[in-house]
């Protein structure tokens, strides 16, 4: 995932906590608040709960493929918190969870109902 599409200072983070939508899967929660910036940028939150470095690390590295590869609109902050049971998830599995919360807030682009749809 290319830089510019990350949350990397923490007020932006807090932001999108604070103000953001929040919905939920066994995997993920997800908040999101509009931008108004021409991209999306994604924050990933993988807490000392989920596991140790190494696990948190696999968790982050996954979630930031899966949201490469999923088409989104742009203008929005998406903070993906992982939950415990996401330490034992696969890829798919947390494709999966990525897709249902983002097909839930309504915000896959146009183009990925196709690919939702595999």
């Known amino acids: 995932m290319e830089r510019e599409r990350r949350l990397r200072r923490s007020q932006d983070i807090v932001r999108a906590l604070k103000q953001g939508r929040s919905l939920a899967t ?9 931008n108004g910036l021409p991209m999306t940028r994604f924050g990933f939150v993988v807490s000392r709960r989920v ?5 948190r690390n696999r968790v982050k590295r996954r979630l ?10 742009e203008g929005w902050d ?6 415990e049971p996401a330490a ?5 599995g947390l ?8 097909r ?15």
Do not use: K, N, W
Not at 26 to 34: D, E, K, N, Y
Not at 88 to 92: C, E, G, N, V
């Open 88 to 92: 034992s998830a696969d890829y798919r």
């Open 95 to 102: 494709e999966a969870a990525m897709g249902s919360l983002l």
């Open 26 to 34: 066994p995997f993920l929660v997800l908040r999101s608040a509009a």
């Open 104 to 118: 839930r807030a309504r915000l896959l682009s146009p183009s990925s109902q196709e690919h939702s749809e595999r």
């Open 51 to 55: 596991g140790g470095a190494v696990v």
């Open 64 to 73: 930031r493929e899966v949201a490469r590869r999923t088409p989104v609109q």
């Open 78 to 83: 998406l903070v993906f918190i992982a939950r």
